[in-house]
């Protein structure tokens, strides 16, 4: 039987729009949930509640939020299995890729609440003898838009810093993911105690997204906005907060590599190779999207690739934890990854593993062959599927790994640790992990792309700078004297 949602959760109670709308079960179809189908008069409601709840969340002691914050926590890793029960069931998820997020979601919350208690400002110079500062000071309400993929771990880090530092907010989850974006939150917040306002959960069905996220920017209420998802999206809400003059930081899509050296311990790459390529269907941001492996290395690496690759097993997740790749998100987005696999082999490509689609289900699919004309190539693919291409220099590829419009991470697998380092320089990526995959993320980190990966940074202190104002005050000590005339 389908879930049925009271209300969403604006200023602490649950707020009924008398419209609800279904929240499905990748794997299978049925409806999950019936979930509260909100309009511009709940985000209108949602924006005055965080205003409201501003002063006095922001006038409260720091230790006191952060305390707030490892309750939070702590209710997160009291609710651990439930949580990984809505990530399978709501979000296709794999019982190990459940485990990972509900474990890794605490950890925001304690960084969350250390970044407290590290420095918000510091003394300045001045000429004029002033005791002159620089300091930081929460922003006001704050929009948080959350993705489908790590719904629980990418919602997290979008409000977790934010709210730890005195802001308040108005979450906004995907449509797909609403519970495990939005509602559970609302539920453990209300538990742990925080107080009414601090975070308002507004869902909404396809049809309602653009009125409700137009107002979640444009709303003379709202001081920052933090989205994640897909570039397209992005650039219209970057663009948009950018015509109001508002903070925003956005992480948006990403087209991977991960280099494989002549001197890389094979097994250590095909590893990497296979997490990164295929964990969560190859739903994640930071996925490897390209294999680049050198000519002297390319057939042995494969031949253990796809060795590898073809053990995982492909179902649906709720019904065996063995299923380690389940169900894409929706028809919408099997359709796509379809859409390249044909294309590819249309125009030359060849399939060395898997290349097949059941409905939502695609198995691990390796292809070789594949050129800069196909789609699979310079489009972001977002499911499991990955080119292997050769290379013959370090410099060569270099220029395939940047021969994209994104710029989200990358991954370099070689013995030698400088020559690592020089590859790393060249790439043009926010993140690059030496021996390991694309595929990272750690509470405290400065996470984030460049190019059309995005904009800003989450983790410890750049989160703290991207949801916080930068403010001058002095203390005029030394008697600045003023021109005569005056």
Same mark, same amino acid.
């Given at each position: ?9 604006? %200023?602490?109670?649950? =707020?009924? *729009?008398?419209?609800? /709308? $279904?929240?499905?079960?990748? #794997?299978? @179809?049925?409806?999950? &949930? ?105 922003? %006001?309400?704050?929009? =948080?838009? *959350?993705?489908?993929? /790590? $719904?629980?771990?990418?919602? #997290?880090? @979008?409000?977790?810093? &934010? ?324």
């Amino acid at each position: 039987m389908a879930r049925v949602f009271e209300g969403m959760s604006i %200023g602490g109670r649950a =707020v009924s *729009s008398g419209r609800t /709308f $279904p929240d499905y079960n990748p #794997a299978d @179809g049925s409806v999950w &949930a019936e979930i509260p189908d909100g309009g511009l008069q709940e985000t209108r409601a949602a924006i005055e509640a965080a205003h409201a709840a501003f002063a006095g969340w922001a006038g409260l002691p720091f230790n006191k939020r952060s305390h707030y914050m490892i309750k939070v926590a702590e209710v997160f890793e009291q609710r651990k299995m439930d949580v990984v029960e809505a990530i399978r069931a709501e979000g296709g998820g794999w019982f190990g890729k459940g485990m990972f997020e509900s474990g890794y979601v605490p950890e925001v919350f304690y960084a969350a609440a250390a970044s407290n208690y590290a420095a918000i400002g510091e003394v300045v110079p001045s000429e004029h003898h002033k005791f002159s500062m620089a300091v930081r000071r929460p922003m %006001g309400v704050v929009t =948080v838009i *959350s993705p489908w993929n /790590f $719904p629980v771990l990418l919602t #997290a880090r @979008g409000l977790a810093f &934010a709210i730890a530092a005195g802001n308040t907010v108005v979450l906004k989850p995907s449509e797909e993911t609403p519970y495990c974006g939005g509602l559970l939150f609302a539920e453990i917040f209300k538990e742990a105690g925080v107080p009414d306002g601090v975070l308002n959960v507004v869902t909404c069905s396809r049809e309602n997204v653009s009125v409700v996220g137009d107002e979640l920017i444009d709303n003379p209420r709202i001081k920052g906005i933090s989205f994640t998802g897909s570039t397209p999206v992005g650039r219209m809400i970057a663009a948009r907060a950018g015509a109001h003059l508002k903070k925003c930081c956005v992480e948006l899509g990403g087209k991977d590599s991960l280099i494989v050296c002549d001197d890389a311990d094979l097994e250590r790459a095909t590893a990497a190779a296979n997490f990164g390529s295929f964990m969560h269907q190859g739903q994640i941001c930071m996925s490897v999207e390209k294999v680049l492996v050198h000519e002297k290395v390319f057939e042995p690496f494969l031949a253990r690739f796809v060795e590898r690759a073809a053990k995982l097993k492909v179902g649906d997740p709720t019904k065996d934890p063995s299923h380690v790749i389940g169900p894409l998100i929706n028809d919408k987005q099997a359709a796509k990854v379809k859409e390249q696999i044909e294309d590819a082999v249309a125009r030359g490509a060849r399939i060395v593993l898997g290349g097949r689609v059941d409905g939502r289900f695609i198995e691990p699919t390796i292809l070789v062959g594949v050129t800069p004309d196909m789609k699979v190539y310079q489009d972001e693919t977002f499911g499991p599927v990955v080119p292997v291409i050769p290379f013959r220099t370090d410099a060569e590829a270099v220029a395939i790994a940047n021969d994209t419009e994104y710029g989200r991470s990358s991954g370099v697998i070689t013995r030698d640790e400088n020559r690592g380092l020089a590859i790393a320089q060249a790439l043009e990526t926010g993140m690059c992990h030496i021996n390991c995959s694309s595929v990272n993320d750690e509470p405290h980190v400065p996470f984030g792309g460049v190019k059309a990966s995005g904009l800003g940074r989450h983790g410890g202190r750049w989160s703290h700078e991207t949801f916080t104002e930068t403010r001058w005050i002095t203390l005029d000590r030394g008697g600045r004297p003023y021109p005569p005339m005056f």
